[in-house]
């Protein structure tokens, strides 16, 4: 039963947290190591994206560890902080698929293991990154 309260708190986290912006949430379900550290983020993420929006496909549970696969979807409306550095505005629309592995510790993430999102294609979406276009000749 246990895995199925983290997969609650793991999704209550992206639905409030990451999605809304509630900060006053974020002190519920993450540590305080982890409020300190995603807070500053997430305050710059709604600037740049204000419509965030995160939707959960599945989750898996193992003991302390949940994964989330999701879609996120926006519109990049403020400057942003990327690998690539910071981007103006493109005011684009977007769409990229993530997968999120957290441990978590009392009822509480403690801990991103590991997040991939696929800043390749968000970036190509945003046209910051070109796509690569193979013609035929090179298919062969």
Request: aromatic letters at 8%.
């Amino acid at each position: 039963m246990q895995m199925e309260e983290n997969k609650r708190i793991v999704r209550r986290y992206f639905e409030e947290v990451v999605n809304k912006c509630h900060l006053d949430v974020a002190a519920e379900v993450l540590t305080h190591e982890m409020v300190m550290h995603m807070e500053p983020r997430l305050k710059m993420r709604q600037k740049a994206v204000p419509d965030w929006c995160v939707t959960i496909e599945r989750q898996v549970a193992e003991g302390d560890i949940v994964v989330t696969i999701g879609t996120t979807r926006g519109t990049h409306l403020g400057e942003w902080f990327t690998p690539i550095g910071t981007l103006a505005p493109t005011e684009k629309r977007f769409a990229f698929t993530f997968t999120s592995t957290m441990r978590l510790d009392g009822g509480r993430i403690a801990q991103i293991l590991w997040s991939n999102w696929d800043w390749l294609e968000l970036l190509q979406q945003l046209e910051v990154v070109p796509r690569t276009v193979v013609s035929e000749d090179e298919e062969a």
